[in-house]
């Protein structure tokens, strides 16, 4: 008869996220980097701040906030999907969707975001706010262009996990941290243009 006591079983924190949140820490920086370089050019040249910054229209700025930052409540419900080991829609109705209609969902948010950014841009350009214009353009079109690349990579990512849900035949553990570890990505991208917003058009 054995009299060893059974040891406990060790509870280790999944590598995949712990390195997912350790490069987000990275990502922090470069964009803290960006901040720094707004501000500094805005405390050299504060009257073409004051000028620039009116030529923005708030409220669809708002608009497209709103649609991101919803993006990642549905970005979210796909992940509580994820853990119920639900890939796909059991019935109808978003009650009993799966993490792939979620993802849908937020991929197509997503979508609209970058599209109200791209035709942004193109009313800036108009106004002959461009990169190259003057130190507002380029803070302008540098800052808000990194996040919408941040953007459009998050948009792949989601499509890319899409396309596994459908593609394996049986959803286990990996498939649930790889909606885990997209949807660490789209919530720090969502924080990311909320401080944007705040910096660019409400700090005026």
């Known amino acids: 008869m054995n009299t060893k006591s059974a040891v406990p079983a060790v509870k280790r924190p999944n590598l995949v996220a712990v390195g997912t949140i350790v490069w987000l820490g990275s990502e922090v920086m470069?964009?803290?980097?960006?901040?720094?370089i707004y501000f500094t050019l805005r405390a050299m040249n504060p009257d073409l701040w004051a000028e620039q910054t009116e030529k923005h229209n708030f409220t669809f700025a708002l608009i497209n906030t709103l649609v991101l930052v919803a993006s990642s409540f549905t970005a979210?419900?796909?992940?509580?999907?994820a853990e119920r080991h639900q890939p796909r829609a059991i019935g109808r109705g978003p009650k009993n969707w799966g993490t792939v209609e979620w993802f849908f969902l937020t991929f197509f948010m997503g979508a609209i975001f970058v599209s109200g950014q791209t035709y942004e841009y193109a009313v800036f350009v108009s106004e002959g706010v461009a990169f190259n214009s003057d130190p507002y353009g380029s803070a302008f079109y540098m800052t808000t262009?990194?996040?919408g690349i941040h953007v459009a990579l998050?948009?792949?990512a989601f499509l890319m996990v899409i396309g596994r849900?459908?593609?394996v035949k049986n959803f286990t553990r990996k498939e649930e941290t790889t909606a885990i570890v997209v949807?660490?990505?789209?919530?720090?991208v969502d924080i990311v243009w909320i401080i944007l917003?705040?910096?660019?058009?409400?700090?005026?």
Do not use: N
Not at 30 to 36: I, K, T
Not at 183 to 188: A, E, G, L
Not at 197 to 204: G, Q, S
């Open 154 to 156: 998050g948009l792949v």
């Open 183 to 188: 949807s660490y990505y789209w919530h720090f």
């Open 76 to 81: 979210q419900a796909g992940v509580f999907a």
């Open 197 to 204: 917003f705040i910096i660019i058009y409400v700090l005026k």
């Open 30 to 36: 470069f964009f803290a980097g960006l901040f720094a």
């Open 145 to 147: 262009g990194f996040h």
């Open 165 to 167: 849900l459908y593609a």
